[in-house]
């Protein structure tokens, strides 16, 4: 699929729980808002980024990404999790 991107990550400290998380800069500008995945206190700070293409291919599958282009992004969810999906309904 030509149009996957790797998204930039970043890291979040949250100071309600002392939580650390990770999240792709690419959702967070679609959520607009987040708040900590434990305990969804908006107390939140990003403090570091990973932007290095290189840094970003060695992730592997944990590497987050999405594809630029809809119709290749409704197939590649339609080839994994909505086959999941379908399997947990059942
Ligand atoms: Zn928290």
């Not at 592997?60 to 399997?87: K, L, Q, V």
């Amino acid at each position: 699929m030509k149009s996957y991107v790797l998204d930039k990550l970043v890291k979040y400290h949250c100071f309600n729980c002392n939580s650390e998380f990770i999240l792709s800069e690419y959702k967070i500008k679609k959520a607009g808002r987040i708040t900590c995945p434990y305990c969804q206190s908006k107390g939140i700070q990003s403090y570091v980024c990973i932007n290095d293409k290189d840094k970003l291919n060695k992730l592997g599958c944990i590497a987050m990404g999405h594809h630029e282009d809809p119709e290749e992004e409704r197939t590649s969810y339609e080839m994994t999790w909505g086959r999941i999906e379908r399997e947990r309904e059942k």
